[in-house]
């Protein structure tokens, strides 16, 4: 079945510093994938999504490249804001429509 | 804000006892979908709905259930309850499923604890 795999965290950098989270996937055919953030008592938003080998998403400073090489959705941030703390989920959508997620990272930026 | 809505917050209850979240979706949204978010399993799903009728499921204890109406909201029922029910459930909603990039839009999930 589908999976998503995504490093483990938290994640602790300082504001400005660069931020990758990796993120994984198996999946058969070929899945739309996701980064959804969830803020601290909030519900899950959609930060960026790529549907096809090689598209690039991106959003507010965020960008994650679709890899099917590599089966891998990375998700990147040149410099990083306080208010960028939160967790954030991979996920993807393969033969059907639900969504299959990581198991979050959590991303504390610090002044 | 997505647009969808959920009710109730927060649910307190015990054991054995039976509730109901309720979920509107965006306007022009046709598919509802709810998602089980616990700290043993993470986000799972558990059912989706389209157009009013059962399209998907997940993995749904059979002691829940939930329906779509005929004005697209939906409810998810859940009866029987165990402490390990409690969790956050979120519902979500998309225009069009069939579409490959077709995307969800999350509510802000309601909280149940079962104590």
């Known amino acids: 079945g589908n999976s998503v795999t995504q490093m483990e965290g938290p994640v602790t950098l300082s504001e400005e510093a660069f931020l990758t989270i990796n993120c994984t996937y198996t999946?058969?055919?070929?899945?739309?994938l996701f980064w959804y953030v969830q803020y601290p008592g909030e519900g899950l938003q959609l930060l960026l999504k790529?549907?096809?080998?090689?598209d690039k998403g991106s959003n507010k400073g965020f960008e994650a490249t679709y890899r099917k090489e590599t089966t891998s959705f990375h998700l990147e941030k040149g410099s990083v804001q306080v208010s960028d703390s939160a967790v954030y989920f991979c996920?993807?959508?393969?033969?059907?429509?639900?969504?299959?997620f990581g198991t979050g990272t959590q991303l504390k930026v610090e002044l | 804000d997505s647009g969808v809505t959920q009710t109730p917050k927060h649910l307190i209850t015990a054991t054995g006892q039976r509730v109901t979240l309720r979920c509107s979706p965006r306007?022009?949204?046709?598919?509802v979908y709810w998602y089980q978010q616990s700290l043993d399993q993470g986000l799972q799903f558990l059912i989706q709905?389209?157009?009013?009728?059962?399209?998907a499921k997940g993995n749904i204890l059979e002691r829940f259930s939930a329906q779509q109406f005929p004005d697209l909201h939906s409810e998810l029922n859940l009866s029987s309850l165990e402490l390990g029910d409690s969790a956050l459930y979120f519902c979500?909603?998309?225009?069009?499923?069939?579409?490959?990039?077709?995307?969800?839009?999350f509510g802000p999930g309601t909280r149940l604890t079962v104590l």
């Open positions: 306007s022009g949204d046709l598919s």
């Open positions: 790529a549907t096809k080998a090689d």
């Open positions: 709905y389209y157009n009013g009728e059962e399209r």
């Open positions: 996920a993807l959508t393969g033969g059907g429509n639900k969504l299959t």
């Open positions: 999946a058969t055919g070929y899945p739309s």
């Open positions: 979500a909603s998309s225009v069009e499923p069939l579409v490959k990039s077709d995307t969800q839009y």
